[in-house]
């Protein structure tokens, strides 16, 4: 049974950080991409980042290039995203999601999911 859990949401000023984690355990994930998307009230779920588990490279949507990293820590089976100069429209809730193969920009394509976690950007 794979599980993910997601940590590390808050409320912050525009202009701060934080760095979210997605834990993953249940399976060994040397063939699969891990994602994270975010979901804000009354809209659908879109990309933020992407990472293959045992590749190299990473995918970002425009809205965060540059200001989000995601990274991972395969002896700890964890996905982090670190977020800095974060603006009101980056509050939403944030899910990881873990799909076999490739990464995705498409939230149907992934397979596992964790519960989300809040984060709430003040201006």
């Known amino acids: 049974q794979v599980q993910l859990v997601e940590s590390g949401g808050g409320l912050v000023q525009a202009g701060g950080s934080l760095r979210l984690s997605c834990a993953a355990s249940?399976?060994?994930?040397?063939?699969?991409?891990v994602a994270w998307f975010r979901q804000a009230p009354g809209k659908e779920r879109e990309f933020a980042a992407a990472?293959?588990?045992?590749?190299?490279?990473?995918l970002y949507a425009n809205s965060v290039k540059g200001r989000f990293t995601i990274s991972r820590d395969n002896a700890e089976n964890t996905v982090y995203l670190q977020m800095n100069s974060l603006k009101p429209e980056d509050t939403a809730v944030y899910y990881c999601?873990?799909?076999?193969?490739?990464?995705?920009?498409?939230?149907?394509?992934?397979?596992?999911w964790g519960q989300g976690t809040q984060v709430t950007v003040s201006s």
């Open positions: 999601g873990v799909r076999l193969g490739s990464a995705s920009w498409n939230w149907n394509d992934y397979t596992y």
């Open positions: 249940g399976r060994t994930f040397g063939s699969y991409a």
């Open positions: 990472i293959r588990w045992s590749r190299e490279g990473t």
